[in-house]
């Protein structure tokens, strides 16, 4: 006996919010007057909408930033230990909202429309929580003690990256999107995303900025070149670098930077000051103009992989 999938349910304050636009263009909306916006790295944001299945509310997405908004009611209690990287929009930002027929492209579309239920805030930063701990390298086990001499093998290096990795990690780098990247390469999107994955999961890099790190540390990838001059960057400036990077934590911040949101604002700042592109396009930026040693790969290094 085959059972049916239970339906979608749909919440009647969700079925047609008084902030969706009547027109055919995106108009902006505020955060807190109108609804709770939960800001997520494409990288997490994924894995998250497919984790809460059927108990997802309207989510927005932007393939061109990397960045989707979950958007909950506006009375939601919220949890205050949000992953690094996820944002609680500040109370009065804009937040576009296009069409409801808008449902792809690389501008901000509708992952999920409204009209097809809630997303609890709890679920949501559970989901988000175990999946940032899966991307996370697991702790080296203590050596267990041995009553007499044991002869092991070799520990396994690991698998080089391949040159399709090492090409598209390349052109993220530059700050292009997995559309233009899958355009450059003539590879699907699909392909260039499982791709970007790999090379997240093989250097436990959860987010796009840290998978930047460790392609230029590691010597996989040599940073884009830069025409501007270097901007002047302060010690706290390149203290949050340091954390975007995820070469130091949070706990290595100014105190009045510890709040995710204030630290976020700094690293929007920096990217326009930079004239970088996203996030990872600032660590590259950084890496050329050497502003932080330890994105710099040592020429000696072995083993070190360049492209073909």
């Given at each position: 006996?085959t059972?049916?999938?239970?339906p979608?349910?749909?919440?009647?304050?969700?079925?047609?919010?008084?902030?969706?636009?009547?027109?055919s263009?995106?108009?902006?909306a505020?955060?807190?007057?109108?609804?709770?916006?939960?800001?997520?790295?494409a990288?997490?944001?994924?894995?998250?909408?497919?984790?809460?299945?059927?108990?997802?509310?309207?989510v927005?997405?932007?393939?061109?930033?990397?960045?989707?908004?979950?958007l909950?009611?506006?009375?939601?209690?919220?949890p205050?230990?949000?992953?690094?990287?996820?944002?609680?929009m500040?109370?009065?930002?804009?937040?576009?909202?296009?069409?409801?027929?808008?449902?792809?492209?690389?501008?901000?579309?509708?992952?999920?429309?409204?009209?097809?239920?809630?997303?609890s805030?709890?679920?949501?930063?559970?989901d988000?929580?175990?999946?940032?701990?899966?991307?996370?390298?697991?702790?080296?086990?203590p050596?267990?003690?041995?009553?007499?001499?044991?002869?092991?093998?070799?520990?396994?290096?690991?698998?080089?990256?391949?040159?399709?990795?090492l090409?598209?990690?390349?052109?993220?780098?530059t700050g292009?999107?997995?559309?233009?990247?899958?355009?450059?390469?003539?590879?699907?999107?699909?392909?260039?995303?499982?791709h970007?994955?790999?090379?997240?999961?093989?250097?436990?890099?959860p987010?796009?900025?840290?998978?930047?790190t460790?392609?230029?540390?590691?010597?996989?990838?040599?940073?884009?070149?830069?025409?501007?001059?270097?901007?002047?960057?302060?010690?706290?400036?390149?203290?949050v670098?340091?954390?975007?990077?995820?070469?130091?934590?949070?706990?290595?911040?100014?105190?009045?930077?510890?709040?995710s949101?204030?630290?976020l604002d700094?690293?929007d700042?920096?990217?326009e000051?930079?004239g970088?592109?996203?996030?990872q396009?600032?660590?590259?930026?950084?890496?050329?103009?050497?502003l932080?040693?330890?994105?710099i790969?040592?020429t000696?290094?072995?083993?070190?992989e360049?492209?073909?």
């Amino acid at each position: 006996m085959t059972t049916r999938a239970r339906p979608r349910p749909v919440l009647s304050r969700w079925d047609m919010p008084h902030w969706m636009p009547d027109s055919s263009h995106t108009l902006p909306a505020r955060c807190d007057e109108d609804f709770t916006a939960i800001r997520v790295p494409a990288d997490l944001a994924r894995p998250a909408l497919t984790a809460l299945g059927p108990r997802t509310g309207p989510v927005l997405a932007n393939r061109t930033t990397r960045t989707w908004h979950f958007l909950l009611p506006s009375d939601s209690i919220l949890p205050a230990d949000w992953p690094h990287g996820v944002r609680v929009m500040p109370k009065g930002r804009s937040i576009g909202i296009p069409p409801l027929t808008t449902t792809g492209g690389l501008d901000v579309h509708w992952a999920v429309p409204p009209g097809q239920g809630v997303t609890s805030p709890a679920d949501l930063h559970r989901d988000l929580r175990l999946l940032t701990a899966r991307a996370a390298p697991a702790p080296a086990e203590p050596p267990a003690a041995a009553t007499a001499p044991v002869r092991t093998a070799a520990p396994a290096r690991p698998s080089p990256l391949t040159s399709a990795q090492l090409r598209v990690g390349q052109l993220l780098l530059t700050g292009a999107s997995d559309a233009q990247i899958a355009e450059e390469l003539g590879l699907p999107v699909g392909i260039v995303r499982r791709h970007l994955t790999s090379i997240g999961r093989r250097f436990g890099a959860p987010t796009a900025a840290r998978r930047a790190t460790a392609l230029l540390a590691g010597g996989h990838v040599s940073p884009p070149p830069v025409s501007m001059l270097a901007p002047d960057l302060t010690e706290t400036d390149l203290a949050v670098l340091r954390v975007l990077a995820g070469l130091t934590t949070e706990d290595d911040l100014p105190q009045d930077l510890r709040p995710s949101g204030l630290f976020l604002d700094r690293v929007d700042e920096l990217r326009e000051r930079c004239g970088a592109r996203s996030d990872q396009h600032l660590i590259a930026l950084v890496a050329f103009r050497e502003l932080l040693p330890d994105l710099i790969a040592p020429t000696s290094a072995s083993g070190k992989e360049q492209l073909p």
